[in-house]
């Protein structure tokens, strides 16, 4: 049994490092700039470009991914473009109602399933 969960572990590995590069990729494959929420829409040239070496996005993709994924190994979420906070707090204010709409969608689908499978066990099997 040890083994077995050791191999999972071992195997739940490059699945999450390859979930993170996905998700960075496709998040920068967006269209639109993140700089353009924080600027001033009357900012000079200069301004958008102080504001992208600000946030890293004037460096390549890769590298901005590595040091995302450094971040997020510490423990850092980073900060959101569209609230400017942390983005730990965003997640954290949307755990209550996440939690709630799983909890009771649980409860209802156990509601169903339960007598269903209950009545379908005991259904007589008809072979042809």
Same mark, same amino acid.
């Given at each position: 049994?040890?083994?077995?969960?050791?191999?999972?572990?071992?195997?739940?590995?490059?699945?999450?490092?390859?979930?993170?590069?996905?998700?960075?990729?496709?998040?920068? &494959?967006?269209? %639109? /700039?993140?700089?353009?929420? #924080?600027?001033?829409?009357?900012?000079?040239? *200069?301004? $958008? @470009?102080?504001?992208?070496?600000?946030?890293?996005?004037?460096?390549?993709?890769?590298?901005?991914?590595?040091?995302?994924?450094?971040? &997020?190994?510490? %423990? /850092?979420?980073?900060?959101? #473009?569209?609230?400017?906070?942390?983005?730990? *707090?965003? $997640? @954290?204010?949307?755990?209550?109602?996440?939690?709630?709409?799983?909890?009771?969608?649980?409860?209802?689908?156990?509601?169903?399933?339960?007598?269903?499978?209950?009545?379908?066990?005991?259904?007589?099997?008809?072979?042809?």
């Amino acid at each position: 049994m040890f083994h077995y969960i050791i191999r999972r572990i071992l195997i739940a590995i490059p699945v999450l490092f390859g979930v993170t590069v996905f998700s960075f990729f496709i998040i920068n &494959l967006a269209p %639109g /700039n993140p700089v353009d929420m #924080y600027v001033n829409p009357s900012a000079t040239p *200069d301004q $958008i @470009a102080m504001a992208k070496h600000n946030l890293g996005l004037d460096q390549p993709v890769w590298m901005q991914y590595i040091h995302w994924l450094g971040q &997020l190994l510490h %423990g /850092n979420l980073g900060i959101s #473009y569209s609230t400017h906070g942390p983005v730990s *707090d965003v $997640i @954290a204010s949307h755990i209550g109602p996440t939690v709630l709409l799983m909890g009771t969608s649980l409860i209802v689908g156990y509601l169903i399933a339960i007598p269903l499978g209950i009545s379908q066990r005991h259904a007589p099997i008809f072979l042809d």
